[in-house]
């Protein structure tokens, strides 16, 4: 199922099932178990015995919380609160307050947040020409703490206070709006390119194109590298992790440490 690129303002407001395989987002955008946005780190935390940590994201448009259990923790320890972050994660809720708990997560510059902005904007417009509304009834500013709870158990949320930093109210003040007025496309589009050779940031990629290149690729080199992927296909790295990703799910390849190997 595809993690859509979305807004924190759509994840939070969009509505849940759950069915054998697990939770279930439905936005705009469609139905997927996975999201995928980008934002600051405002915040960071870790209980005492490291078993469980959580990072707030904002966006501008609203705040949602990663959170990891166990071994998973470690993927959060090579971030700090001030990262902007692209993230792939899958849906989850406790106590009324959806959150993801992350596959992929790579630092972005400041000039890719505002590609996405552009990006999101272009199909939000395209999804309203066709009838979808994202005006929602409740528009939440920002995560607010339930009141604390025991400790948990695995799976489960543990709660703190979250103190809302200078990086929160500095996006407040600046709308990410008012940021893209000063920058058109085109600048944007040929700042980003000279760190990603010939890719064209305004056409849209289709995901399974990009899963079938990415294996085409490891068909001539399976010790292809993800940064040599994503140069040779001029995509953004996790758009190589997602797509490396799903072909591991669906038994295609398999991860070595030189490399991938090729099933079947």
Same mark, same amino acid.
């Given at each position: ?13 969009? &509505?849940?099932?759950?069915? *054998?395989? @697990?939770?279930?987002?439905? !936005?705009?955008?469609?139905? $997927? ?5 980008? #934002? !600051?780190?405002?915040? $960071? ?5 490291? !078993? ?6 904002? =966006? @501008? ?6 959170? *990891? ?12 609160? #001030? ?12 106590? %009324? ?23 999101? $904007?272009?199909?939000? &417009? /395209? ?41 929160? =109210? ?7 709006? /008012?940021?893209?007025?000063?920058? $058109? ?9 000279? @760190?990603?050779? %010939? ?11 990009? &899963? ?45 440490? =030189? ?6």
């Amino acid at each position: 199922m595809i993690a859509y690129k979305m807004r924190i303002i759509d994840l939070v407001n969009g &509505k849940l099932k759950n069915d *054998a395989a @697990g939770a279930v987002l439905s !936005t705009p955008f469609g139905e $997927s178990k996975e999201a995928r946005i980008l #934002g !600051t780190i405002i915040d $960071s935390y870790r209980n005492n015995e490291n !078993t469980y940590g959580a990072l707030t994201i904002d =966006d @501008g448009t609203s705040t949602t919380r990663l959170k *990891a259990w166990s071994e998973k923790v470690q993927l959060l320890d090579k971030f700090k609160v #001030g990262d902007i972050v692209d993230i792939i994660g899958r849906i989850g809720e406790f106590q %009324d307050e959806f959150y993801l708990v992350p596959d992929i997560i790579i630092p972005v510059e400041p000039n890719y947040w505002l590609f996405r902005e552009l990006e999101l $904007s272009k199909r939000i &417009k /395209d999804l309203k020409e066709r009838g979808l509304s994202f005006d929602y009834e409740q528009k939440i500013d920002a995560y607010e703490p339930p009141a604390p709870q025991a400790p948990p158990k695995e799976e489960e949320e543990i709660t703190e206070e979250v103190e809302i930093s200078e990086i929160e =109210d500095s996006l407040r003040e600046t709308a990410i709006e /008012d940021l893209m007025e000063e920058v $058109s496309e085109e600048t944007i589009a040929t700042e980003i390119a000279q @760190g990603k050779g %010939d890719m064209d940031f305004y056409e849209d990629l289709d995901e399974e194109k990009i &899963k079938e290149s990415v294996y085409d690729l490891l068909k001539t080199d399976p010790k292809i590298s993800k940064v040599e992927i994503s140069n040779v296909l001029s995509i953004d790295e996790l758009d190589v992790e997602l797509a490396l990703k799903d072909l591991i799910d669906e038994n295609r390849i398999k991860s070595k440490e =030189d490399g991938f190997e090729l099933i079947g």
